[in-house]
């Protein structure tokens, strides 16, 4: 199983994510999380079940949610470049994505 780290802007998504289900009804923002990483699991045993997106980028869908996890596959770990929500700006992220 890969390692796995954040960008600390994709730590903010998924903070604000937290956020945003536990002000709606029924405060879903713990199984949000729980999700997330569950998301991310998978994807550590999996790296390429993301379907490929931009550049290196691929992306994995949140099951049960509105939200999508852009992340960069490395040979020696999961960069998670974004936890992104339905509704923002489609490419808010992009100036994340490492040169080279």
């Known amino acids: 199983m890969l390692p ?10 998924a903070r604000a994510g937290v956020r945003h289900y536990n002000r709606k009804p029924p405060r879903r923002g713990r199984e949000f999380q729980i999700a ?3 998301t991310i699991g998978e994807l550590r045993k ?23 996890l852009f992340y960069i596959d490395y040979p020696d770990r999961i960069w998670i470049v974004a936890v992104s ?10 100036d994340r994505i490492p040169s080279g």
């Open 46 to 68: 999996y790296p390429k079940l993301g379907v490929p997106h931009i550049a290196r980028i691929r992306k994995g869908i949140v099951p049960d949610f509105a939200a999508t």
């Open 4 to 13: 796995f780290a954040f960008d600390p802007g994709a730590l903010q998504d």
């Open 85 to 94: 929500l339905a509704g923002r700006s489609p490419d808010y992220w992009l």
């Open 36 to 38: 997330v990483k569950s």
